[in-house]
C-alpha cells in the first residue's frame, strides 16, 4: 500500500533545530511567500497562544471583511489542524499537493520538520491570497522558524513558564529572551508575562525600539474556552483586536458584532480543558505538559468532588515529575493509568514515572498499560462513577479523541 506523504508529520518532532539560515534561504529559493500576507499577527509565549488566537479569529472572523488564516502546533489527530483558512483545514490533497511541488527542490529534505511545515504554510497561505494571518510559533521565539517573517502587523507574548529548557534555557530569565525574539523594531506589542520575565522582554523592546501597547481590562463574558486561565488569553485577544480596529479601520464592518458574543462563541479549541460525556462517563481532555499548565489544570478541577481516575503519558523531553509535583494531591485516594504519550521511543519511561509516583504518593493506586488503546479501555472501566482525566500531552489528547470519534 503506497505510504502517505502525511504520515511523517503524524507525530512529534524528532529533530528539532533552531536556526533560521536554512529556512530563510528556502524561502528565498520559492519566492518569499510568507511577505506576500499582507497582515500578520506574530505570537509567542509558553502556555495560552493557541486560545488566544483561538479568541481573536473569532473576533476578527466575525467583524472584518479580511480573509483569515492561522497556523498552529501541534496538531491533535490530522496534520492538517495546523493550516486553518477562511473557515476550514487545509484538505489532505491540498496539503500533499504542496508538499509534493515542494519535495522538487533538493533543499527541501535539508529542513527540519517544523520548517518544512512552516515553509508549506507560508506558501498555502499565500496563494490563499490571506489577507491577516494568525501565526504562531513553535518553540520559543527568537530562531524559530516562524521568525522569519520581517515585520509583522503585531506582536503577542502571553505567559513565560519553564518548558523546553534544553533548548530555551534553564531559567526564566533566558526563556523570555528567547520568547522575546519574535518582537521588530517599530512593531507594537502586548504582552501577558510577569515577573521576572516581563522585565526581560520590557529590556529587549527597548533596545529596539518596540513600543509596548497599553492593556486595558474589558468586561468578561463567560468564555467559549473553560479554565480562569482563559480569562487572561481572551484579554490579550481584545486588546489585539482593539488595536487592528484602529490601525486597520477600513477592513472593518460597520455592524459591529458584541465582542462578548464572539467570546461567548465555542471556540472548538479541542483537548484544552475539554468536558465531554462519553457512554456515561465524565471525562476532562487537557493537554497540560508543563507546570504551568499543572497549576492551571489543578486549579480548575477544585470544582469537582469526584475521585479522580487519570490517564497520564508524557514525552521523555518533558520534566514529568515537576508536572506531577504540582498537579496532584500527596493523600488524594487517586487511580493514576500510566501509557506512552506517542511512539515509545519518543514517550517517557512509564517504570521511571511509576517509581516517582510510588515513593511520592503511596496512596494512589498506579497501572502501566503501554498501548494507548488498551489504557483507555482501562480508564473507562476505571472510571465507572469517578471523573476521569485524561492529560500530560496533547499527543496522547489526540490519540483519545482518535477512540472518541
Not at 489577507?131 to 518553540?139: M, R, S, V
Not at 462519553?278 to 481532555?285: D, S
Request: include cysteine; charged fraction near 25%.
Amino acid at each position: 500500500m503506497k505510504q502517505s506523504k502525511l504520515s511523517k508529520f503524524q507525530g512529534p518532532d524528532s529533530g528539532i533545530r533552531l536556526e533560521l539560515k536554512k529556512i530563510k534561504t528556502f524561502l528565498q529559493a520559492i519566492g518569499n511567500p510568507q511577505n506576500k500576507i499582507p497582515y500578520i499577527i506574530h505570537t509567542a509565549g509558553t502556555n495560552g497562544k493557541g486560545s488566544t488566537l483561538a479568541f481573536l479569529q473569532s473576533l476578527l472572523v466575525n467583524n472584518t471583511n479580511l480573509k483569515i488564516g492561522k497556523y498552529i502546533s501541534p496538531h491533535l489527530v490530522c496534520i492538517t489542524e495546523r493550516f486553518w483558512s477562511d473557515g476550514k483545514f487545509i484538505c489532505k490533497k491540498r496539503l500533499e499537493t504542496i508538499l509534493e511541488e515542494l519535495n522538487q527542490r533538493v533543499e527541501f529534505a535539508e529542513l527540519s520538520y517544523f520548517e518544512q511545515l512552516t515553509a508549506v504554510s507560508f506558501k498555502f497561505f499565500a496563494e490563499e491570497k490571506t489577507d491577516l494571518l494568525l501565526l504562531e510559533t513553535g518553540l520559543g521565539g527568537r530562531l524559530d522558524a516562524t521568525n522569519i517573517i520581517d515585520k509583522p502587523t503585531l506582536c503577542l507574548i502571553t505567559n513565560i513558564s519553564y518548558d523546553h529548557q534544553e533548548f530555551l534555557g534553564d531559567t526564566l530569565e533566558k526563556i523570555a529572551y528567547e520568547k522575546a525574539g519574535i518582537l521588530k523594531p517599530q512593531i507594537p506589542y502586548f504582552c501577558t508575562a510577569e515577573e521576572p520575565a516581563l522585565s526581560i522582554i520590557k529590556k529587549r523592546a527597548a533596545e529596539i525600539n518596540a513600543p509596548e501597547l497599553e492593556f486595558k481590562n474589558f468586561a468578561l463574558p463567560e468564555l467559549g474556552l473553560k479554565g480562569e486561565y482563559q480569562k487572561k488569553n481572551a484579554l490579550l485577544a481584545l486588546n489585539a483586536y482593539f488595536y487592528l480596529q484602529k490601525a486597520l479601520p477600513e477592513n472593518f464592518k460597520e455592524n459591529l458584532v458584541d465582542y462578548q458574543t464572539c467570546l461567548k462563541q465555542n471556540q472548538n479549541w479541542r483537548g484544552r480543558f475539554e468536558e465531554i460525556n462519553y457512554k456515561n462517563h465524565k471525562i476532562i481532555l487537557d493537554g497540560a505538559h508543563n507546570e504551568a499548565g499543572a497549576k492551571a489544570l489543578k486549579e480548575n478541577l477544585k470544582s469537582f468532588k469526584q475521585n479522580k481516575v487519570w490517564l497520564l503519558g508524557f514525552l521523555k523531553t518533558k520534566d514529568y515529575q515537576k508536572f506531577l509535583q504540582t498537579l496532584l494531591e500527596p493523600n488524594e485516594n487517586q487511580i493514576i493509568i500510566l501509557t506512552n504519550a506517542t511512539e515509545e521511543d519518543k514517550s517517557a519511561n512509564l517504570n521511571q514515572i511509576k517509581d516517582f509516583l510510588q515513593k511520592n504518593y503511596p496512596q494512589t493506586k498506579i497501572i502501566i498499560q503501554a498501548q494507548t488503546q488498551k489504557a483507555f479501555e482501562e480508564f473507562l472501566e476505571q472510571t465507572k462513577g469517578n471523573l476521569g482525566i485524561v492529560s500530560g500531552s496533547l499527543y496522547l489528547i489526540g490519540k483519545v479523541l482518535e477512540f472518541l470519534a
